[in-house]
Nanobody, 124 residues
Framework: QVQLVESGGGLVQAGGSLRLSCAAS????????VGWYRQAPGKERELVAA???????YYADSVKGRFTISRDNAKKTLYLQMNSLEPEDTAMYYC??????????????????WGQGTQVTVSS
């Protein structure tokens, strides 16, 4: 069973940075497509960024140029570097694995494991 543990969230002022981490177990991490989702109150969960087993990255338009996703297969850890944070980035952030690719991005299903989430709050 996939287990994912996120860390690194917190409160930051607009323009600041945070780095999220996600430690994975119960999965052959190196061959899995993995990603970060976020959900703000009253909004649907959205894919923020994903990275393939070959380290090709996908980003939502809203975070392109500001967020960077990366992975360390030896440590079975996924990262999300978030720079130039905006109040609109305020949400609970979740690590998800594995994901499957479609023609434009990635999607989750019943096979996907989720972390408990880490809160990111950006003040204006």
């Amino acid at each position: 069973q996939v287990q994912l543990v996120e860390s690194g969230g917190g409160l930051v002022q607009a323009g600041g940075s945070l780095r999220l981490s996600c430690a994975a177990s119960g999965i052959i991490f190196s061959i899995a497509h993995v990603g970060w989702y976020r959900q703000a109150p009253g909004k649907e969960r959205e894919l923020v960024a994903a990275i393939s087993s070959g380290s090709s990255a996908y980003y939502a338009d809203s975070v392109k140029g500001r967020f960077t996703i990366s992975r360390d297969n030896a440590k079975k850890t996924l990262y999300l570097q978030m720079n130039s944070l905006e109040p609109e980035d305020t949400a609970m952030y979740y690590c998800a694995a594995p994901l499957l690719p479609n023609s434009t991005s990635y999607y989750y299903g019943g096979w996907t494991g989720w972390g408990q989430g880490t809160q990111v709050t950006v003040s204006s």
